[in-house]
């Protein structure tokens, strides 16, 4: 008996693409770890000094959180402009324009110390922003080629990353001062000429080793799997994006208006500079050591779970900080470490729920407008953190950001339940 021909099996073209994509993923994760060890090392100057010497050179401790209210502008403004140019040109190009303004800033900053001039030290706080903003948005860069339900993990992946450098820069307060004052320059720019280089390095490890851009690799992919397509195809932001945009929101802002506050709190209360640079190095690491934590629990348990576990640690760390005694260090050592804790969870979970609420045609620009909410909301934070602790005290803000996170827990139930309905 005659048998009708085979018919050739052929491998599905995704199929065949998966171990290359999956080798440039990999490649693309470890260029953004290194840029982020570095930016990490950038982004403490900002966090740990920034206040006292906008306090020093202004004479008042009031507007102790003006600078990060500006570095958080600035911020806001460079969110636009990298998720743009990411969007047109590829993460590449928009991530290393980032960093290399916030290397311009930093530099800024150092000649505005030496000068004593307030003007040129604001303008130099919002470039540095942009440093900011690269690093923040450089997580975006390592979920574009990862399937959909790697996404968190991979967020997570560059998260972490920025750890090393985060932990190191507020350790290295009292010899980049000492480095400073070699150099004739007020000895709290000493961090800021760390910065200079740390960012600079950042932007060239991008532009060199940065090879294929993930984001115009991933728009010219087809569809992986059915989860994916949707994505691809639509053009319009799914229904969670304003519950991802609420955790994020939140999260920053409480993070950011604590934290500011905290090294004028121990000053006050007779701690020196390697104290409180010790407690924010602290507080620095646990907002990225545990990222890949926070990646795993939110592709295993979801988003809604996720958001009610970061807004009950946010509610933790205020009531910890607005406990704690004065001049305990453990106890504020305790509060700052939860509040890492809190936003990492936070920043992993609603960065989860925008990235699978945006479609990849839009994908790099609706990201760059959330993050523009994200700067907003810590500058925000950090201009109302000195104001409301010289009205009434760091405990009365801790206790008030503590209670303002927890907004993000019904907010996250609600909406889930009306999806739920939905479908």
């Given at each position: 008996m005659a048998h009708p021909p085979s018919t050739p099996t052929r491998t599905p073209?995704?199929?065949a693409l998966a171990p290359a994509i999956s080798a440039v993923q990999k490649r693309t994760l470890t260029v953004l770890l290194v840029s982020q060890v570095l930016s990490g090392l950038g982004l403490?100057?900002?966090v740990t000094v920034a206040g006292l010497l906008a306090g020093q050179m202004l004479h008042n401790t009031s507007l102790s959180g003006l600078p990060i209210a500006l570095l958080t502008a600035g911020s806001a403004g460079a969110a636009v402009v990298i998720g743009r140019l990411s969007q047109r040109l590829g993460r590449r190009p928009g991530l290393?324009?980032?960093y290399l303004t916030g290397a311009l800033g930093g530099a800024g900053v150092v000649v505005a110390a030496a000068l004593g001039s307030p003007a040129l030290l604001f303008v130099s706080l919002f470039l540095y922003g942009a440093g900011t903003t690269s690093?923040?948005?450089a997580r975006y860069?390592?979920?574009?080629?990862?399937a959909p339900h790697q996404r968190a993990r991979a967020t997570s992946t560059v998260i972490v990353a920025t750890t090393a450098g985060g932990i190191a820069g507020p350790l290295l307060t009292t010899p980049a001062g000492h480095l400073a004052t070699a150099l004739h320059l007020p000895e709290l720019t000493g961090l800021f000429l760390l910065s200079t280089v740390a960012f600079t390095l950042a932007a060239l490890t991008l532009l060199v080793w940065l090879r294929p851009d993930p984001l115009v690799l991933a728009r010219n992919l087809p569809a992986t799997s059915d989860e994916d397509a949707p994505a691809r195809s639509s053009s319009r932001s799914g229904p969670g994006l304003l519950i991802g945009v609420v955790v994020l929101v939140l999260s920053q802002l409480v993070m950011?208006?604590?934290?500011t506050m905290t090294p004028i709190h121990m000053h006050a209360h007779g701690f020196g500079t390697a104290a409180s640079g010790l407690v924010i190095a602290l507080h620095t690491g646990s907002m990225y050591l545990p990222s890949p934590l926070a990646g795993r629990l939110v592709d295993r348990f979801g988003t809604t779970a996720m958001s009610v576990v970061t807004a009950g640690t946010l509610l933790a760390a205020g009531a910890a900080a607005a406990l704690a005694p004065g001049d305990s260090f453990t106890l504020i050592t305790v509060a700052l470490v939860l509040l890492g804790i809190g936003w990492s969870f936070g920043l992993v979970t609603g960065t989860a729920i925008v990235t699978d609420s945006t479609p990849l045609a839009t994908r790099a620009r609706v990201q760059g407008l959330v993050d523009v909410a994200i700067a907003v909301a810590g500058a925000v934070g950090g201009l109302a953190s000195g104001i409301v602790a010289a009205a009434t005290s760091y405990p009365a803000l801790a206790a008030l950001c503590g209670a303002l996170a927890f907004v993000a827990a019904p907010a996250a139930v609600v909406a889930a339940r009306k999806d739920s309905a939905r479908s």
């Open positions: 073209p995704t199929a403490a100057a900002g290393a324009a980032g690093n923040l948005q860069a390592g979920a574009d080629l990862a950011v208006a604590v934290m």
